[in-house]
C-alpha cells in the first residue's frame, strides 16, 4: 500500500481479507500485520551495522520488531496502542536512531553487534588498519603507546556513535595545554605537537570507520590543528668536528662496546640514511662492481625496511664503502650489517653509546634522525643542487628534499653580503644616473633660455 491509514485498514479487516501484512511508503520499514483472527500490529523493520565473527568485517544485519497494536478508536502510547499517524511518528524516531547505529529496543539504547565502544573500535582499527596499511611494527608500537597514554583514558568509554566535533576538539583543546610529567617532574606531559599528533591518529581511525561503514561522516573531519614551530634542528660544522673526533679517539682505543654506534654515526653522515634501513641492512643488498671509472658500491634496500615501501637504491661513498668492508670483515658470522652484540642472529635494537657520544660533543639536542638532516644541509652548502640530493634521499619530490636543509650564520651572513654588494651597486648606478639626468635638464634650460 503506498499510504498506510485508519480508515485503509479497518476496511481490509472488515472484507475479512487477512492474514495479510501491508507496509508504508513513508517511513520505509514501518508495517502491519494482520493475524488470523484481525489482530492488527504494526512492525518495524531496521537494519544495524555490526562485525561478522568469521570474518570480522562489518556486516548490515537486518531487524524486525512490534511497535505496538493499532486501535484507531483509544490510542494509548503507555500501552503500546497507536493510530497510524502515532505509529508513523514512534517509527520515525526509533529508525533516526537506528541509523546512527543504536538498536531503538535495546535498554538504554545501546549499540547493537558488538555494542561498540570508542575503545573497542580503536582495538579493531589498530589490527585491521595495520594489516591492510602494513605498517611498520615502530609505527604500531608508536599508535599503541598514543592509544594507552591519552586516547583511550579519556575517549574511550565514549560509545563510538556518540562522538562528535565538540567532545574531540575539547579532548585536542585540553591536551595542548603542558602540564607537569606526574612521574617526571623535570619533564612536561601535552603540548600543540602531541595534541596535533593524537588528533591526527584520531581522524584517521574515525576516516576508516566510514570506509568500513561503522560511521556515516567523520566527526573529527573539521577539528582545526594548531600551528606548531617547526623543528630546526641541524649539526653545525662545529658539532660535527667535536662528534667525529670523540669517535674518532674511540676507535684508535680499541673500544668495540660502541662500535655499532660509532659506524652507525659515520654511516648516516656518508649516505643520509634513516636509522631503521641502517639496523636492519643486511650483507647480501650490498653489490660492488667494477667499471672504467672504478669501483662502484650500492646499497639496495628492500621495501621492508623503507619508508617508501619499494625498492630503494644507494650508492656508497668510498669512506662508507672502507667502513662496510671492515664491518662486513669484523661480523663474518651475522648476515647483518649491524648485529646485536648478546645475538649475532638478531639485527641490532638501538645503536648503544648514541646518547653518549652526543652528550660528549655537546650536542645533546640532536636525534638520530637529525643526521640525515645535517648530511643534506652541508651538501646543499657545499654547491649540490636539490635534485640531486632528493635522488641520493631517495624523495619522490624536490619539495621533501627542502624541508631537510636549513642555512647556517655563515650563509646567512654571505647571502646579506651578495644582498649588499647588489644594493650598492644599484646605488652607485641610480648616483650616476641622477648626475648625468642632472646635466641633461641644465642643457635643456640653457637652450630654453637661449
Known amino acids: 500500500m503506498a499510504h498506510l491509514t485508519d480508515d485503509a485498514l479497518r476496511e481490509i479487516i472488515e472484507s475479512g481479507k487477512y492474514p495479510t501484512e501491508i507496509w508504508d511508503r513513508t517511513p520505509a520499514g514501518l508495517g502491519v500485520r494482520i493475524g488470523i483472527e484481525g489482530e492488527a500490529e504494526f512492525v518495524l523493520r531496521y537494519s544495524l551495522r555490526s562485525l561478522c565473527p568469521e570474518t570480522r568485517k562489518p556486516i548490515r544485519a537486518q531487524h524486525e520488531q512490534i511497535v505496538g497494536v493499532w486501535d484507531a478508536e483509544n490510542p494509548n502510547p503507555d500501552w503500546k496502542l497507536y493510530n497510524v499517524d502515532m505509529a508513523r511518528g514512534q517509527a520515525s524516531y526509533l529508525l533516526l536512531q537506528a541509523k546512527r547505529n543504536i538498536d531503538p529496543f535495546a535498554d538504554d539504547a545501546e549499540v547493537t553487534g558488538s555494542r561498540m565502544r570508542f575503545a573497542d573500535y580503536l582495538e579493531e582499527f589498530l589490527k585491521r588498519h595495520a594489516h591492510e596499511k602494513n605498517l611498520a611494527p615502530r609505527t604500531v608500537s608508536d599508535y599503541r603507546m598514543m592509544l594507552d597514554k591519552d586516547i583511550l583514558p579519556q575517549l574511550g568509554d565514549i560509545p563510538l556513535f556518540k562522538l562528535d566535533r565538540h567532545t574531540i576538539a575539547k579532548f585536542h583543546r585540553e591536551l595542548s595545554v603542558a602540564r607537569p610529567h606526574p612521574d617526571r617532574p623535570n619533564r612536561q606531559r601535552g603540548g600543540r605537537t602531541r595534541a596535533n599528533r593524537q588528533l591526527a591518529l584520531i581522524k ?19 577539528v582545526k590543528k594548531y600551528k606548531e614551530k617547526p623543528r630546526d634542528i641541524w649539526g653545525t660544522e662545529e658539532d660535527l668536528v667535536r662528534l667525529l673526533s670523540i669517535l674518532e679517539r674511540d676507535l684508535r682505543t680499541g673500544s668495540w662496546r660502541y662500535r655499532n654506534a660509532i659506524d652507525g654515526i659515520r654511516l648516516a653522515l656518508l649516505t643520509g640514511a634513516r636509522k631503521q634501513e641502517l639496523r636492519l641492512a643486511e650483507r647480501k643488498y650490498f ?42 670483515r669484523d661480523c663474518a658470522e651475522s648476515k647483518w650489517l649491524f648485529p646485536s652484540r648478546y645475538d649475532p642472529s638478531k639485527p641490532v635494537h638501538d645503536f648503544e653509546g648514541w646518547h653518549r657520544y652526543k652528550k660528549l660533543a655537546g650536542c645533546e639536542h640532536l636525534h638520530f634522525h637529525d643526521l640525515r638532516h645535517t648530511a643534506t644541509t652541508h651538501a646543499v652548502m657545499s654547491g649540490a643542487n636539490l635534485y640531486t640530493i632528493s635522488k641520493g634521499l631517495d624523495h619522490k619530490s624536490v619539495k621533501t628534499t627542502e624541508r631537510y636543509t636549513h642555512a647556517d650564520l655563515r650563509a646567512k651572513a654571505e647571502a646579506a653580503s651578495h644582498f649588499g654588494r647588489n644594493m650598492a651597486r644599484w646605488v652607485r648606478n641610480a648616483a650616476d644616473f641622477g648626475e648625468s639626468d642632472q646635466a641633461a635638464s641644465m642643457q635643456e634650460r640653457k637652450f630654453i633660455g637661449a
Open 204 to 222: 584517521t581511525a574515525l576516516a576508516r570507520a566510514v570506509e568500513w561503514g561503522y560511521l556515516d561522516t567523520n566527526p573529527a573531519r573539521f
Open 287 to 328: 653489490e660492488f662492481r667494477q667499471s672504467p671509472e672504478g669501483e662502484i658500491a650500492l646499497w639496495r634496500k628492500p621495501p621492508e625496511i623503507t619508508k617508501s615501501k619499494q625498492w630503494e637504491v644507494t650508492t656508497l661513498h668510498p669512506l662508507a664503502v672502507k667502513i662496510v668492508r671492515a664491518r662486513f
